[in-house]
């Protein structure tokens, strides 16, 4: 079968063309999109709580309706659909946490920083050998030990008692 051989520039004003006339917000099945589901993924937890406090789907669906939340075709969210669309939430939920938990266990993949266990150290932190100073038991070379803040101390005492007055 021989190629065909295509207009770029036909194609590129085809396409304009078309996403002129398609509706922007098309759910698949060119469907018009509500934002119901995204609404039910949302709140998920509220309905769930209010569900548990004895509001039934049918009134919930009702008050999501009542604030504009719709059915693909404009008619009122019903308590089928909304039942509906908390199942199809739950169910992506999971199979998002089971491919997530199938991608953390391969041995393959470097697993995020964040998530990785602290490394156990079998020994606390040491300085080497040559770094450690050895203890010094003469007072003339006690001096080399001093701390900073020790030697700063030594040299404001003797100069204040340089400008002592008499």
Do not use: F, Y
């Not at 006339?21 to 998920?44: D, I, N, Q, Y």
């Not at 059915?71 to 039942?83: I, N, P, Y």
């Not at 040559?130 to 030594?154: C, F, G, M, N, Q």
């Amino acid at each position: 079968m021989p190629t065909r051989h295509l207009d770029p520039a036909r194609l590129k004003s085809d396409v304009a063309r078309l996403r002129e006339t398609r509706s922007p917000a098309l759910a698949p099945g060119s469907r018009r999109l509500t934002g119901a589901m995204a609404v039910v993924r949302h709140h998920l937890d509220l309905l769930q709580r209010l569900h548990a406090e004895g509001a039934t789907w049918v009134d919930l669906a009702a008050g999501l309706a009542a604030q504009g939340v719709t059915q693909s075709h404009g008619a009122a969210l019903t308590g089928r659909r909304l039942t509906a669309l908390i199942a199809s939430v739950e169910r992506q939920d999971r199979r998002r946490a089971a491919r997530e938990a199938e991608r953390l266990a391969r041995a393959d993949l470097v697993r995020p920083v964040c998530m990785q266990a602290p490394a156990k150290m079998s020994s606390p932190v040491r300085l080497a050998a040559e770094l450690t100073r050895p203890a010094i038991a003469d007072e003339k070379h006690a001096a080399l030990s001093d701390t900073e803040d020790v030697i700063r101390r030594r040299s404001l005492e003797h100069i204040q008692e340089l400008l002592k007055k008499d």
